[in-house]
Structures are given as C-alpha cells and as structure tokens.
T-cell receptor, first 123, second 107 residues
C-alpha cells in the first residue's frame, strides 16, 4: 500500500525557516517524481515544487522560487521541502504527492497524496 | 503561467441529478488535464487523468471530455458521496496550475 506521511509543519515567525519531510513507503520511491502542493485555509490548491525521480531536475512556482528548495533522499525514501524567508501568505497545509507515472514530470499529475502538514507563519 | 477558470464556482444539486463542471485554460493544453475530488479535511483524490481516463476505482458515473482549452467533468447521476469540491489541473507546463475549484452542495 502506498503511503506518504508529511511532518515538520508548525508555527514559525515571518522571515523564518522550516523543513518539511515526507516519508514514502509501498512503492519504488526512486522511480517517481514527487510534488509539494499547498492549500491555504479555505482556499484552493497551489503547486509549489516538483523534483524528478533522481533529483536531477527541480521546478518551482514563481511564488516560492529562490526561497524554497525541494530535495529527496532515495536511500531513505524521503522527500524534503526547505522553506526560507517565510511570509504570512505561505501559511497552508502542505501535501506531498506522487506522480502517477514513473520517470515523467510533464503531462503527468499525482495519484497518491499524504494527509498534509500545517504551516502557520505569524507576522 | 497557464490559468484555469472553472465554472460554476459553486453548484447546488440533488441526488440523481446530472451535473457538469467546466474548465477553461488560458492556452492550448492538448489533453493534459486531470480532475480531482476533495472532501473537507482530506487531501484531493484523482478522478480523471489524460482528460478522459478514469482512475482505477472511480465510479463510471464520472466522465471527462474536451481538448485544447475547454474541458468538462460530468457526473451522470449524483450520489450522496459525490458532494465535494472538484478541481481541474493542467499538466502541460509547470507549475501544474489548478482551477479555483467547484463546490458541489446538496440542494
């Protein structure tokens, strides 16, 4: 059974940093691109970042580019999101999600999602 | 970035109704579109990918159509468990933007 479990969320002051983790199990983690998607309270979904299966390619939303860094450790089956220079508008539930096709980012959405971890940035 | 506009933003309907949600892209995305369902407090679940292919386990009352810039999600006969928020997502270019969502409520 595919499982994705996020952790690392919490309350942080504006300008601060936080690192989110996503522990994956039940599939060959190293074969799949992985995404971070966020959802502000009561709002819609926003793609934050995606990383290729081997970590060699990364992409970011313009709203987080230069402040957030996505990475992965395929030996530990773990995805990360290092968030810096946090702003109030970064407050959201952050989900990790698996691409539905191995080795492919473009043209491919997400089939499994974690339950999310809440990040609250206080101003 | 590609913008997706869903309509309507909210919809009231009854069990057994046929419902259609539309999604319009700001540029041609071919068939690179997915639909998700989200219930309160839960992550989204994939319904339809590649514009019209049903994800495994999704009931056949759900269907998708369209290509280019105009897409539709149709639920042929609403069931109580279908009341949720629906999002389209384009997969043509990153960021894989989402529509703003359509909240389907019980009439």
């Amino acid at each position: 059974e595919v499982q994705l479990v996020e952790s690392g969320g919490g309350l942080v002051q504006s300008g601060g940093s936080l690192r989110l983790s996503c522990a994956a199990s039940g599939f060959t983690f190293s074969s799949y691109p992985m995404h971070w998607v966020r959802q502000a309270p009561g709002k819609g979904l926003e793609c934050v970042s995606v990383i290729s299966d081997n970590g060699g390619r990364t992409y970011y939303a313009s709203s987080v580019k230069g402040r957030f860094t996505i990475s992965r450790d395929n030996s530990q089956n773990t995805l990360y999101l290092q968030m810096g220079s946090l702003r109030a508008e970064d407050s959201a539930v952050y989900y990790c999600a698996r691409a539905w096709a191995a080795f492919t980012i473009f043209g491919v959405g997400t089939d499994y999602w974690g339950q999310g971890t809440l990040v609250t940035v206080s101003s | 970035a590609i913008q997706l506009t869903q309509s309507p933003s909210s919809l009231s309907a009854s069990v057994g109704d046929r419902v259609t949600v539309t999604c319009r892209a700001s540029q041609d995305i071919s068939s690179a579109l997915a639909w998700y369902q989200q219930k309160p407090g839960k992550p989204p679940t994939l319904l339809i990918y590649d514009d019209l292919s049903l994800e495994i386990g999704v009931p056949s009352r759900f269907s998708g159509s369209g290509s280019g810039t105009d897409f539709t999600l149709t639920i042929s006969s609403l069931q109580p468990e279908d009341f949720a928020t629906y999002y389209c997502q384009q997969l043509n270019t990153y960021p894989h933007s989402f529509g703003q969502g359509t909240k389907l409520e019980i009439k």
